[in-house]
Every structure is written in structure tokens, then in C-alpha cells.
């Protein structure tokens, strides 16, 4: 099984440019629960607009509920920032924005889908979906979240 899901431009070029560990921490701003993939399923990067490409992909771990807080303490820059306070503050702004019920936080819980083997994609490597057999597969792809 595989999943590909949006991905911010600042996350992705922060685990890119590294030094990452072993696990990043590709978060959500709310828990999403993820259910369906198993330890060793592709998780692809979709990046965001304007790029619209995949740019790299790892392989799934586990997924978890934590506080900002938890997530910094066990991820540290693996988280795709630099600081606990820039995570908190990106999360309260991808929370505000794509959500109506959620509560500003200082400390907000968060989704935690670590990835393992992360590789991300020179420019000029990055997958088109369209041209790629992941335009064909993600049609009838059995994850759910």
C-alpha cells in the first residue's frame, strides 16, 4: 500500500536541505488517524502549489496523537522547522486555515506519521503524477485516513 499527501514547500525543503535523523516527522496540524498503512508503505510527498509534483517519498513507521511539545522533544528539526515555536506557530496557521474547529493553542495536539528512509528529489527529478503510474494507482488506492 502507498499514500501521497500534500506537502508544505518549507517542511520538505527543511528535511531536504538536513541534517535529518533516521525518523522525520511528517505532521499534520490535526490529527488525522491514519488507520491503513502498515510499517514499510510508501508515503510520497505531494508538494503544494505552486510546484504540484512529487518531490520525494519515505517509508512509514507509525502514526501517533502528540502534543507539539511531545512531537519536539522526539524530532526535534526532524519535525521540518527549526524551533518549538516555529512548529507551534505553523500549526496554529495550517490549523486556522483549514479547519473550523480547532482552538488556538500553545501547545496544540498534532498528527505524528513518522517516515523512515526519507529521500527527496533533486528539482529536476521531481514526478508529474499525470506522467507516472501513480496518476493510474491512485484512483483505486485502498488507503483510508
Sequence with gaps: MFAIAPTDLDWFERIRSGPVG?????????????KELHGGDRFYFMLKSPVRKIGGYGSFVR???ATASAAWQLYGVN???????ELVAKINRFAERRSKSVIQSDDP???CIELSDVITLDNDKFLSPESTWIAAQ???CPFRW
Design 22 to 34: 533516521r525518523v522525520v516527522n511528517f505532521w499534520t496540524p490535526t490529527p488525522w488517524e491514519v
Design 63 to 65: 502514526y501517533v496523537n
Design 79 to 85: 519535525n521540518g522547522v527549526d524551533s518549538e515555536r
Design 109 to 111: 495536539t498534532i498528527g
Design 138 to 140: 491512485i484512483q483505486t
